[in-house]
């Protein structure tokens, strides 16, 4: 009997282009519409998309925690 083991599942490295200064970045916060924003300028927009616990796309209005 052969002990096949699954091979470990390797994470694609996801690439992030920040909508507000257009700068590829190594994280940004991310919505399901395609819009991404680093936390730089999230910092300086934060007072109109964020109120604490939850942050809203610009795009799509969705809501998304922080995480």
């Known amino acids: 009997m052969e002990n096949k083991r699954p091979k470990p ?3 694609r490295r996801k690439e992030f282009r920040c909508h507000c200064c257009k700068q590829e970045k190594p994280f ?3 919505c399901t519409c395609g819009f991404q924003i680093c936390p730089e300028c999230f910092e300086e927009n934060k007072w109109g998309m964020s109120n604490g616990p939850t942050w809203i796309c ?3 209005e969705r809501v998304h925690m922080m995480e």
């Open 28 to 30: 940004c916060w991310n």
């Open 58 to 60: 610009p795009d799509c």
């Open 9 to 11: 599942r390797r994470r």
